[in-house]
């Protein structure tokens, strides 16, 4: 499980902006509000971290705190691809929530079950929290968000990005499309090493993450001093994670490229505090909370200029990126920007002033409860949410 967010300002070296001290932000006063909030069942499982299940788990606590009634409803399955016995039971979940209930779903196990969700969508007030859109990943799974999507009664997206896709690719009505980006909690500044040589990378080993361009790249500077662990999930995907170990041994990295497996808690806050720079060569990626959680340890980043990973680096007041932006699926651009990063003490430099100027603005996970918050309050208040659809 992911340990409760400190309290703001409890790291006298990072001022983290709260809900309350966010410009024209207030907490919400919500009394005793209920909502039931329905996840994949993975959520708090060690062996499969994900941001996806860390922003849930982050924001039902600290909706919790603001003072809602969180109802918990995980449910098994093959999400996004479930059974017929998983579609029936997530149907017969919803036909037991109140009339009038206010419901929110993780869009890795609403998105793609339009027949499930719409016939109830008269009755319940239905709102979709959505991660990743599927479209790219599987159009037939991209025609049935999209259906979905269109039929409840508001959207809450992690990124700015996904909102302009959904709008885009959707068609979906932008007064129903909501962004809600994730907290990052206070964490101690890290000051790293004067020749930036320990790399890390906090991804799950499948391909979208890219972990196959980041090895590449690493072998074209492997003349360089430099180790890099790569902290994550191996079960998802063993065919590319065994890929990638033969791809590791080929370029005889195996003594400078780790694969340790998932880490949490102490032991991940421990890999980030062992690190000068966090690589992320994601092929797509909606926000990446890594991002930011090295970021608000001071620690510069080399990521792909994916979806939304620019959104997540950001920049400081002064408009400086705290790190260095490449093309996805460029190993090339990669290797040039690692290149760069261990031959430059300037460049480290630099760039670990932006970072540090950076974490000072990031904002807590209570900022992103207040605006999740806010659209729940709003659908509770709506009138009638609309007749049974029926999918498409």
């Not at 196990?109 to 599927?134: K, Y």
């Not at 090895?215 to 063993?238: E, I």
């Amino acid at each position: 499980m992911v340990p409760a967010r400190p309290e703001t300002g409890t790291d006298p070296t990072r001022p983290v902006v709260g809900a309350d001290s966010a410009p024209g932000r207030t907490r919400p006063t919500v009394g005793t509000d209920v909502v039931h909030v329905v996840l994949p069942n993975d959520i708090d499982d060690p062996a499969t971290p994900s941001g996806g299940n860390v922003y849930d788990r982050r924001l039902c606590q600290a909706l919790t705190r603001a003072g809602w009634a969180v109802r918990e409803h995980p449910v098994s399955g093959g999400w996004p691809r479930p059974g017929a016995d998983e579609r029936a039971g997530l149907a017969g979940l919803l036909d037991g929530l109140p009339d009038d209930a206010v419901v929110l779903l993780d869009g890795l196990v609403a998105s793609t079950v339009p027949e499930a969700l719409l016939p109830r969508a008269h009755r319940l007030r239905l709102v979709v929290l959505l991660h990743m859109p599927l479209d790219a990943e599987d159009p037939t799974l991209g025609r049935a968000e999209r259906t979905t999507l269109a039929g409840v009664a508001a959207v809450v997206t992690t990124s700015d990005w996904t909102r302009r896709h959904l709008l885009d690719r959707y068609a979906l009505p932008a007064d129903r499309v909501h962004v809600a980006t994730p907290g990052v909690d206070p964490a101690p500044l890290t000051v790293g090493t004067d020749t930036g040589t320990r790399l890390l990378c906090v991804a799950a080993l499948t391909p979208n993450k890219g972990h196959d361009v980041l090895v590449s790249a690493l072998a074209s500077v492997a003349d360089l001093s430099w180790s890099c662990r790569c902290v994550g999930s191996t079960g998802r995907d063993p065919a590319f994670v065994a890929r990638l170990r033969r791809q590791v041994d080929a370029d005889n990295l195996a003594d400078r490229v780790h694969l340790p497996g998932p880490l949490t808690g102490a032991e991940l806050a421990a890999a980030y505090a062992g690190t000068d720079l966090l690589v992320l060569a994601s092929r797509g990626e909606t926000y990446g909370m890594v991002v930011t959680e090295a970021l608000a340890r001071g620690i510069p980043v080399l990521v792909t200029a994916a979806g939304g990973l620019p959104e997540a680096v950001g920049r400081t007041p002064d408009g400086r990126l705290p790190g260095l932006l490449v093309p996805p699926d460029d190993p090339t651009a990669l290797a040039a920007a690692l290149r760069h990063w261990l031959g430059d003490a300037g460049l480290r430099r630099a760039l670990r002033q932006a970072a540090r100027q950076r974490r000072d603005a990031l904002t807590d996970w209570t900022v992103t409860a207040a605006r999740v918050a806010d659209v729940l309050t709003r659908v509770r208040a709506a009138g009638p949410v609309g007749r049974p659809l029926s999918p498409a």
